[in-house]
């Protein structure tokens, strides 16, 4: 049977997505790009489309910590929030993963003030790597909402209760309008079992949450999260092929590939700039050239050994990289993709670019350039990371 | 036994740990607490280990509020909340400096919960260190008396008043020295629909230099010289005030504590108690006490 598929604005499908996980508690706090989203969704509650408590809080770092309460009195939760909002609940991000709460957020990915920048890089969501989120990166808006139930079901399985950022380029993503499918409520509830938690705030069986652990017993907590991590990484593959038989759509569990096999030339990424990359790879490869696509969907967990699986027979790889370690000179892929090789056979040079910071466009010439950069190495040529697409009169 | 399990490592004399047993003594099993970091919270769940027969939770500094505020929504949105109490249970620094938000961001929203502070007037967890509930002149380890320094130079915020410009149904404040009272209020707070606050006075043994045996005779001196009036507050409104029939001068509250020692030693020192003198003064005429 053909679905139906309707135009909408990028965050309609989120929050509709949203809407159809059934949520308990949503928290948020309006931030540019993420408040179309907050909008519909506040919306949809005030229709009566949503059995759930709408609350708006005073700051991002009341919005996930009203998460964090509700999540441990048994809620299902949602909020969503970009760059400085990001930043605001850093604390509280740590906070959550440590309590194993299963909170899910989509993050509208977008630049870090100084200087204020209200448009799209990954720099607000990759600066919380170390926060013990689990992080994916979609490609498009039909990945975006359907990232939603994927996560809750993957952060809430017992052997995981890790909370997950599903992560979408702001206005890129957020703010167009394409032709989607929206989650069918009847697919949803096949797909997604309800949060029924072992540990809960209950005043028939008290607990304690968020005790006070010394030397003796802290590092075992760090480990256990670490632990949940692998777990993570087979339920992220399993629940994309589940969500594929339910629903019929599939965007690759931990890694995609796009014309990779063959390839020589890997173009490594995240996110909605994938799009433009496959698009310029059907040109070249109409042109000869050996290229292909290693999509990296989930960046926390790493996927260190479907990146190394992937990457055995390349001749050159270039990492894209819309984030900056400032003192490092790259991205934080190129940098997790270097470290994975190392220590193994694979002896390929990885070229980092950096480039699309706050919101600076990357057409299909920009990534022909960065190709054509990286076929230098054949010839002895190699910079190990460089911004790709940086105004020289501005330099 | 009470709620509050023995065993905890609060000192001997402990005004947090009285606090606690008085709040769940009033309250019962049917309450969730929520505690944000400080004393209470620490000495309470050394991991493995919890001294509370209540669901209890522990998220971050200056967030309990917002925390509280997130378990009653979800209790709320399942069914569940009943006649469940939700409680918070903090210091005067989570609550009166890096929480003050969160507290004013819950409050406004309505939450049917009760927040309590237990203001033992400085940072005793992380060495008494001055916060906004830090009273006149009192000598703390970031505003100690020196020969050019009284101690503190700033006055205690008024808190309770904060919150009752939030519209809250009910403010009162309260001494561990006078637990009856203690207990009527916090209860009647959490029978009260909406969100309620009660400003709970906790002399600390260790930041304010007494011995533990005195903590009720120092909070009881705080009352009776009128450097802690206890009253209550329906809507904004002062409707009920604890009144005093023999006010004692404040030294006598003063002497009895050894962060305010340097001003019976100081040159000048009995010119700035007036200081203090009149800030009871003023409590006395603002609520009525004689």
């Known amino acids: 049977m053909r679905k139906r598929m309707v135009v909408v604005e990028g965050s309609y499908a989120v929050a509709h997505a949203v809407k159809v996980c059934k949520p308990n508690v949503i928290s948020a706090y309006p931030i540019t790009p993420q408040t179309h989203i907050v909008e519909d969704l506040a919306q949809f509650a005030a229709d009566g489309e949503m059995n759930c408590e709408y609350m708006n809080v005073e700051s991002e770092f009341s919005a996930i910590s009203a998460l964090i309460g509700a999540s441990a009195a048994g809620a299902r939760t949602y909020s969503s929030t970009t760059s400085q909002g990001l930043a605001l609940m850093h604390e509280a991000l740590f906070n959550a993963s440590g309590m194993r709460l299963p909170i899910i957020m989509t993050v509208v990915n977008r630049a870090l003030s100084a200087p204020i920048n209200i448009w799209n890089d990954q720099q607000d969501s990759i600066s919380q790597r170390d926060t013990g989120w689990i992080q994916l990166y979609a490609e498009d808006v039909q990945e975006s909402a359907d990232m939603v139930p994927q996560l809750y079901k993957i952060a809430e399985d017992a052997d995981v209760l890790l909370p997950a950022m599903a992560c979408m380029d702001g206005f890129i993503l957020s703010h167009v309008y394409e032709p989607v499918i929206l989650l069918e409520q009847n697919l949803t509830d096949e797909f997604l079992p309800a949060y029924s938690p072992e540990f809960v705030l209950d005043t028939k069986n008290p607990m304690s949450f968020g005790a006070f652990a010394d030397p003796s017993t802290y590092t075992e907590f760090r480990y256990k999260q670490e632990k949940a991590m692998e777990v993570a990484l087979k339920k992220i593959e399993e629940v994309a092929n589940e969500f594929r038989d339910v629903y019929g759509r599939y965007y690759g569990g931990l890694i995609d590939g796009y014309v990779l096999d063959d390839a020589e030339i890997v173009i490594m990424a995240m996110g909605s700039v994938i799009g433009t990359i496959k698009d310029t790879i059907d040109a070249l490869r109409s042109e000869g050239e050996s290229v292909g696509l290693l999509k990296v969907r989930s960046f926390r967990p790493f996927p260190v050994e479907a990146v190394r699986s992937a990457l055995k027979n390349a001749k050159v790889v270039i990492t894209l990289d819309k984030n900056i370690s400032i003192g490092k000179n790259e991205g934080a892929l190129c940098t997790e993709v270097k470290a994975c090789l190392h220590n193994t056979d694979i002896r390929v040079p990885v070229i980092g670019f950096m480039l699309g910071h706050g919101g600076r466009d990357i057409p299909m010439s920009m990534i022909k350039k960065i190709i054509n950069k990286a076929k230098l190495v054949d010839k002895g040529i190699f910079v190990e990371s460089e911004f790709a697409d940086l105004r020289e009169d501005l330099a | ?290």
């Open chain 2, 1 to 290: 036994m009470s709620l509050l399990r023995p065993g905890h490592r609060g000192c001997a004399g402990c005004c947090d740990a009285l606090a606690g047993k008085f709040v769940l003594d009033a309250l019962g099993e049917d309450t969730i607490v929520v505690s944000p970091t400080g004393c209470l919270e620490v000495f309470t769940t050394p991991y493995p280990e919890s001294a509370w027969g209540v669901p209890w939770i522990h998220s971050l500094f200056e967030n309990a509020a917002a925390v509280a505020s997130g378990v009653e929504a979800a209790l709320k949105a399942m069914g569940r909340k009943n006649n469940t109490k939700i409680v918070v249970i903090g210091g005067d620094g989570a609550t009166m400096d890096i929480g003050l938000q969160a507290i004013s961001g819950a409050f406004e929203r309505g939450h049917d919960l009760t927040y309590i502070c237990v203001d033992n007037e400085a940072y005793m967890n992380t060495g008494i260190q001055r916060s906004s509930a830090t009273p006149l002149y009192a000598s703390t380890t970031t505003s100690p008396s020196g020969k050019v320094s009284f101690g503190n130079p700033l006055h205690k915020k008024n808190m309770p008043a904060i919150i009752a410009a939030h519209s809250s149904p009910y403010v009162a404040t309260a001494s561990v020295a006078y637990a009856p009272d203690m207990m009527k209020k916090i209860k009647k707070a959490a029978d009260t629909k909406g969100p309620t606050y009660v400003h709970v006075h906790a002399p600390c043994c260790t930041g304010w230099k007494f011995d533990g045996s005195k903590t009720i005779e120092v909070g009881r001196l705080a009352v009776e010289t009128a450097m802690w009036p206890l009253y209550e507050m329906e809507n904004g409104v002062v409707t009920n005030v604890r009144k005093l029939k023999n006010r004692k001068p404040v030294e006598e509250y003063l002497k009895a504590q050894g962060r305010f020692k340097h001003l019976f030693t100081m040159e000048g020192g009995a010119e700035e108690i007036k200081k203090i003198q009149a800030i009871a003064d003023w409590n006395v005429k603002h609520f009525g006490l004689e």
